[in-house]
């Protein structure tokens, strides 16, 4: 008998220059189907270098298309490469622009979805562009209304459930983490200067510029403040030039791309981390932050809501407040106890997140949703 056949559809592959979170939640689950038998193939867009088939990890990759016009091919590609005969399954991650799959496949269609742009895709994107995102969100519930849906955090359940999802359809399992990667290491000390750290891709939509406001407060409560700006993207230069042109440029250092053991000392090292997003999926970060021994200032938003813990793991200020940001980062910078108490916290918060957990209980739960049996 031959092996069930499985293809994952996500912009972005493991290998992408870009790819983040949703990229690494996607493939824990798919390396849990290869661990059980099933033929797995993801279908992403192609980048400069990558080739157009390649293998990773027991999985086939096919790369197709670019990322500005992926969820318009995808309709021919199901067609020509993947229709006779089709998969047994599909999982599509739907992490920028949906592609529609149930309505160009006979396959049974399951959807994953970190989170939903909704209004923030103004941040980003130029008028027309961000208005076509939220047309095609808004089609979702018509487009996948047989399929089952597995969310990462109550925040983007309940942001299905308002677009008109069956609450019964979607399941909601939280991210994993890499203990051996992300863990407090006695030998790293933390940096002597108070130091605040964000990690992640500079985009307009992810609110650094929110910390680049706040950050003068800070200076004026915590005069030897440092900020660490870790990650790339096309942001960065008018964050810089902001940072040039109100002084700051002393306190901040934009450190750019950093490879993983790097990030991973960069967080054991730091005082705080500070997430400062409007939204998000989960908040991987605030968890790795955690189990790093990091205390966590987060803004008070879907996703970030789910994985910080309120007073406990972390603080959550209301977004766009530059003086209640300001204010929870110096209170954390100077005073140890909270600061030792939101660590401590954090460690065991994130001890209970693990990648074959999330793995196996998000892969059962796609399967139990269409009776299928591995």
């Known amino acids: 008998m031959s092996a069930p056949r499985l293809l994952a559809i996500n912009f972005r592959d493991p290998h992408h220059p870009e790819a983040g979170g949703a990229e690494l939640h996607l493939e824990e689950i798919l390396l849990e189907a290869v661990r059980r038998g099933w033929q797995v193939t993801w279908l992403a867009t192609g980048f400069r270098g990558g080739t157009n088939e390649a293998e990773h990890r027991g999985m086939r990759i096919v790369r197709r298309g670019d990322w500005w016009d992926f969820n318009l091919i995808v309709p021919g590609v199901l067609r020509r490469e993947f ?126 510029d929110w910390v680049m406001r706040a950050w003068p407060l800070v200076r004026e409560k915590v005069p030897d403040a440092r900020l660490l700006v870790v990650g790339d993207g096309p942001h960065r230069a008018a964050l810089e030039r902001s940072a040039a042109r109100n002084g700051l440029a002393g306190s901040v250092d934009f450190l750019g791309f950093m490879n993983a053991a790097d990030k991973v000392r960069r967080l054991q090292e730091s005082w705080v981390l500070v997430q400062p997003s409007p939204k998000e999926g989960w908040g991987l970060t605030v968890v790795e932050a955690g189990a790093c021994g990091t205390a966590v200032v987060a803004a008070d938003s879907p996703g970030l809501r789910d994985s910080v813990k309120r007073d406990e793991t972390g603080l959550l200020v209301r977004y766009a407040d530059d003086q209640a940001l300001a204010g929870a980062l110096a209170r954390v910078l100077l005073e140890p106890e909270l600061r030792d108490r939101l660590s401590s916290n954090g460690r065991e918060w994130a001890a209970g997140f693990t990648w074959p957990d999330c793995a196996r209980r998000s892969f059962d739960a796609l399967l139990q949703a269409f009776e299928v049996r591995s």
């Open 83 to 208: 229709s006779n005969p089709p998969p047994d399954l599909i999982f599509e991650d739907i992490n920028k622009a949906p592609c529609f799959t149930p309505w160009w496949t006979k396959a049974k269609v399951a959807a994953i979805v970190p989170h939903l742009f909704g209004s923030t895709a103004f941040r980003e994107a130029s008028f027309p562009v961000a208005l076509y995102v939220q047309l095609l969100e808004a089609m979702i519930p018509a487009a996948y209304a047989k399929s089952p849906f597995l969310a990462i955090s109550e925040s983007t359940r309940d942001d299905l459930v308002h677009r008109g999802i069956p609450r019964s359809q979607v399941t909601v399992v939280h991210c994993g983490l890499n203990h051996d990667r992300y863990r407090v290491d006695p030998a790293v000390k933390k940096t002597e200067a108070p130091t605040v750290l964000y990690i992640g891709r500079l985009r307009r939509y992810k609110g650094v």
